[in-house]
């Protein structure tokens, strides 16, 4: 009996050392799906007022972003897209940030298309941090809003604790890549092995601006209690806007994300008076 939970352990170790291993070698296929594109290739979108320019953050890694531009602009919008495509597709959303009258900076991660360069984890903080410092010779950071979606939402957080951006924006943010191993693999120790992971709760405790962060009800990749964990991190400075019925990707196809949107750009402020409301009442007494 010795001899076979000896050798039961022996097994079991193994493989969770082989998946450990997988996950180390193989995660940026997991995490990461980009599209690169040709040298050549003219982006193009109705409607927006779009500059393709680049940045060189180190020797040996270019950097590709979209300026898109209005007349008179009301501030300025960082944009952290997802973890699939290339600013091709993705550069369609910045409409939604134009049409508020603000413009919108939106860059490719290495290895996305026209981005070049090794991509770590550090690599991609370290750009986005450049990007966030050219953006802020044009504007002042109480212009400057940090907008993530999904995977961009941890490099989101990040710069926003880093800087003092004017606010937040989060949409179906993830908590860490972690955690999200974790929900797939519960009893994988994945901690060892992980090269890629962001703490988006972490950040999230030293933003000092409006936190908002708007996820679907019906997300089924990362769930809506990931929202409510986080907006739990930073209660003060967050908002938590859920849209009924939105899945992941498709959030964007509900008014209500639009309707949310336009609040949370508007910046209406309400002042209550809780002596005149049923605060601190008590259904005891």
Same mark, same amino acid.
């Given at each position: 009996?010795?001899?076979?939970?000896?050798?039961?352990?022996?097994?079991?170790?193994?493989?969770?050392?082989?998946?450990?291993?997988?996950?180390?070698?193989?995660?940026?296929?997991?995490?990461?799906?980009?599209?690169?594109?040709?040298?050549?290739?003219?982006?193009?979108?109705?409607?927006?007022?779009?500059?393709?320019?680049?940045?060189?953050?180190?020797?040996?890694?270019?950097?590709?972003?979209?300026?898109?531009?209005?007349?008179?602009?009301?501030?300025?919008? $960082? /944009?952290?897209?997802?973890? &699939?495509?290339?600013?091709?597709?993705?550069?369609?959303? #910045?409409?939604? *940030?134009? @049409?508020?009258?603000?413009?919108?900076?939106?860059?490719?991660?290495?290895?996305?298309?026209?981005?070049?360069?090794?991509?770590?984890?550090?690599?991609?903080?370290?750009?986005?941090?450049?990007?966030?410092?050219?953006?802020?010779?044009?504007?002042?950071?109480?212009?400057?809003?940090?907008?993530?979606?999904?995977?961009?939402?941890?490099?989101?957080?990040?710069?926003?604790?880093?800087?003092?951006?004017?606010?937040?924006?989060?949409?179906?943010? $993830? /908590?860490?890549?972690?955690? &999200?191993?974790?929900?797939?693999?519960?009893?994988?120790? #994945?901690?060892? *092995?992980? @090269?890629?992971?962001?703490?988006?709760?972490?950040?999230?405790?030293?933003?000092?601006?409006?936190?908002?962060?708007?996820?679907?009800?019906?997300?089924?990749?990362?769930?809506?209690?990931?929202?409510?964990?986080?907006?739990?991190?930073?209660?003060?400075?967050?908002?938590?806007?859920?849209?009924?019925?939105?899945?992941?990707?498709?959030?964007?196809?509900?008014?209500?994300?639009?309707?949310?949107?336009?609040?949370?750009?508007?910046?209406?402020?309400?002042?209550?008076?809780?002596?005149?409301?049923?605060?601190?009442?008590?259904?005891?007494?």
């Amino acid at each position: 009996m010795k001899v076979d939970l000896y050798l039961i352990s022996i097994i079991i170790v193994a493989f969770i050392l082989a998946i450990g291993l997988f996950i180390y070698f193989f995660q940026h296929k997991f995490f990461f799906h980009p599209e690169k594109l040709p040298p050549d290739f003219k982006f193009a979108y109705d409607h927006l007022k779009a500059e393709e320019k680049f940045a060189e953050p180190e020797k040996g890694a270019t950097i590709s972003y979209l300026h898109f531009q209005v007349d008179d602009p009301k501030g300025v919008v $960082i /944009y952290l897209k997802g973890n &699939t495509k290339s600013i091709k597709g993705w550069g369609k959303f #910045a409409i939604d *940030f134009t @049409r508020l009258g603000y413009e919108v900076v939106m860059m490719d991660y290495r290895g996305f298309g026209k981005s070049t360069g090794k991509r770590t984890v550090e690599a991609m903080k370290r750009d986005s941090q450049f990007i966030y410092e050219i953006v802020k010779n044009e504007f002042s950071e109480d212009k400057i809003i940090v907008y993530g979606r999904s995977l961009g939402s941890g490099f989101a957080a990040r710069l926003a604790s880093k800087n003092n951006p004017r606010l937040l924006i989060l949409t179906s943010p $993830i /908590y860490s890549l972690l955690r &999200t191993i974790h929900r797939y693999l519960p009893f994988m120790p #994945a901690k060892p *092995f992980l @090269r890629y992971n962001i703490p988006t709760f972490q950040y999230l405790k030293n933003v000092r601006c409006p936190i908002k962060i708007i996820h679907g009800s019906d997300d089924k990749l990362v769930p809506i209690n990931t929202a409510v964990d986080l907006s739990e991190i930073n209660p003060k400075l967050t908002r938590l806007y859920v849209i009924l019925g939105a899945g992941h990707i498709d959030v964007h196809q509900f008014e209500e994300y639009h309707r949310v949107m336009e609040e949370i750009f508007e910046e209406r402020k309400v002042f209550i008076d809780t002596d005149k409301t049923s605060f601190g009442y008590s259904h005891r007494k």
